[in-house]
Nanobody
Framework: QVQLVESGGGLVQPGGSLRLSCAAS????????MGWYRQAPGKQRELVAT???????HYADSVKGRFTISRDNAKSTVYLQMNSLKPEDTAVYYC???????????????WGQGTQVTVSS
């Protein structure tokens, strides 16, 4: 069974930095696009950033220039370096991965349990 385990959330002051990590484990024949989404209270879940297995990256306009997504394919891990954090970045951040669990199988969408990021003075 595939699992995504996130870490690195917490409380930070405006202008501060945090680094999120998400490690995928379990049966994985192919690990495709990985990414981060977030959901603030009362709002819909939104895309933050994605990175393909080949390294192609996409950012939401709201985080461009402040957040950096990266991945270590050998460790099946994706990272999100968040700098110049703002109060509006406060949300639960979710890791997402598109994974083919076994040879000849179909790709499935997997989610982590979420990690809280709070930006407040």
């Amino acid at each position: 069974q595939v699992q995504l385990v996130e870490s690195g959330g917490g409380l930070v002051q405006p202008g501060g930095s945090l680094r999120l990590s998400c490690a995928a484990s379990g049966s994985m024949f192919m690990l495709n696009t990985m990414g981060w989404y977030r959901q603030a209270p009362g709002k819909q879940r939104e895309l933050v950033a994605t990175i393909t297995s080949g390294g192609r990256i996409h950012y939401a306009d709201s985080v461009k220039g402040r957040f950096t997504i990266s991945r270590d394919n050998a460790k099946s891990t994706v990272y999100l370096q968040m700098n110049s954090l703002k109060p509006e970045d406060t949300a639960v951040y979710y890791c997402n991965a598109d994974i083919v669990p076994r040879i000849w199988g179909a790709a499935n969408d997997y989610w982590g349990q979420g990690t809280q990021v709070t930006v407040s003075s």
